[in-house]
């Protein structure tokens, strides 16, 4: 085990990107509104244009509420990862064990989701995603995974071509209600049963 994956079972791992020193540290319950706010507007940048304005609303004020974000954050099948410059939230990532999705389309027993995985548009390009999917990547094996798996709007190219940059493929496909809008999510697996 490298002196990283120690640091990362320990919840946190400090890292450098270009002149910036980035702490990447497991989320509490008390971020519940920092988190909130950061990742609302992460999505509203991504998706936001894209996307009519009252569906954007209502999906962000249930997606991203701060009750939602803390009762995420105070169970044991989630793991969130910010990425952070002092209090500044960068980026994040949410990993989940057994999603109630996870079926659907993927069989394997022992499996991981990457419910979210988003940055600021600054800090797009600039390693954060990377540093994020290695997070993600790591929890995964910390819980025993055979597979990791994420949705992805098939209107997000970006995403996508990210997404198999990183070693995941399509596999399928499911429904993701965007308010009263019904979208079409890829879903996309990485098997992780020969990583070390």
């Known amino acids: 085990m490298s002196r990283d994956d120690v640091a990362v079972l320990s919840n946190f791992l400090r890292m450098r990107l270009g002149e910036d020193e980035i702490l990447m540290r497991l989320a509490k319950p008390a971020d519940a509104g920092a988190l909130?706010?950061?990742?609302?507007?992460?999505?509203?940048?991504?998706?936001?244009?894209?996307?009519?304005?009252?569906?954007?609303?209502?999906?962000l004020a249930n997606a991203f509420s701060e009750?939602?974000?803390?009762?995420?954050?105070?169970?044991?099948?989630?793991?969130?990862?910010?990425?952070?410059?002092?209090?500044?939230?960068?980026?994040?990532?949410?990993?989940?064990?057994?999603?109630?999705?996870?079926?659907?389309?993927?069989?394997?027993s022992r499996q991981v989701e990457i419910a979210r995985i988003y940055a600021d548009?600054?800090?797009?390009?600039?390693?954060l995603g990377r540093a994020?999917?290695?997070?993600?990547?790591?929890?995964?094996?910390?819980?025993?995974?055979?597979?990791?798996?994420?949705?992805?709007?098939?209107?997000?190219?970006?995403?996508?071509?990210?997404?198999?940059?990183?070693?995941?493929?399509?596999v399928g496909e499911q429904p993701f209600l965007l308010g009263a809008e019904l979208q079409r999510d890829l879903v996309m697996a990485r098997r992780l049963t020969n990583e070390h």
């Open 67 to 108: 009750s939602r974000q803390r009762a995420e954050l105070s169970d044991a099948k989630n793991r969130v990862w910010l990425a952070t410059i002092g209090e500044d939230i960068l980026g994040y990532a949410h990993v989940r064990l057994a999603s109630a999705q996870s079926g659907k389309v993927v069989a394997e």
């Open 36 to 59: 909130s706010c950061a990742a609302a507007k992460f999505f509203r940048d991504t998706f936001g244009a894209a996307n009519r304005p009252e569906d954007l609303a209502a999906y």
């Open 121 to 127: 548009q600054r800090w797009h390009g600039r390693g």
């Open 132 to 170: 994020l999917m290695r997070m993600c990547i790591a929890t995964a094996q910390d819980w025993g995974a055979e597979l990791l798996w994420l949705g992805v709007w098939e209107k997000n190219p970006r995403a996508i071509a990210f997404y198999e940059k990183n070693g995941f493929q399509v």
